[in-house]
């Protein structure tokens, strides 16, 4: 199970001027503290789990839609769902929000 999501930024804020690649709706500090966030999922059977501090370099490209040229990061405790979704049994459950590639460098 794989589920993503992700506030795009329209490409007009993707501008030099605007490192972050993002239009923000909320309060900037929120996404700043979000990319913080530590996560737990299941990848093959096994529980992987990223400290806040690591969240940022374990994004990875997102090959969904390759023409948008995105990556995804963990979003929180995906493990949770697991009971909620019915999905117990599943090798991996994973709850990503996708960013435009090179967000979290």
Same mark, same amino acid.
């Given at each position: 199970f794989s589920s993503v999501c992700g506030g !795009? +930024?329209?490409p007009d804020a993707l501008e030099a $001027?605007? %490192?972050l690649q993002y239009k923000f709706s909320w309060s900037p500090r929120g /996404?700043?503290?979000a990319a913080q966030n530590a996560s737990r999922f299941l990848e093959n059977g096994a529980e992987v789990n990223? %400290?806040?501090s690591g969240l940022l370099s374990s994004a990875r490209p997102f090959t969904g839609w390759p023409s948008l040229n995105l990556e /995804? #990061? %963990?979003n929180r405790d995906s493990l949770i769902y697991e009971? #909620?979704?019915g999905i117990g $049994? +599943? $090798?991996d459950v994973f709850?990503?929000? !996708?960013r435009y590639r090179d967000w979290a460098d």
């Open positions: !795009l +930024a329209s $001027d605007n %490192p /996404v700043i503290s990223i %400290p806040g /995804v #990061l %963990p009971e #909620l979704y $049994d +599943a $090798d709850r990503g929000t !996708l």
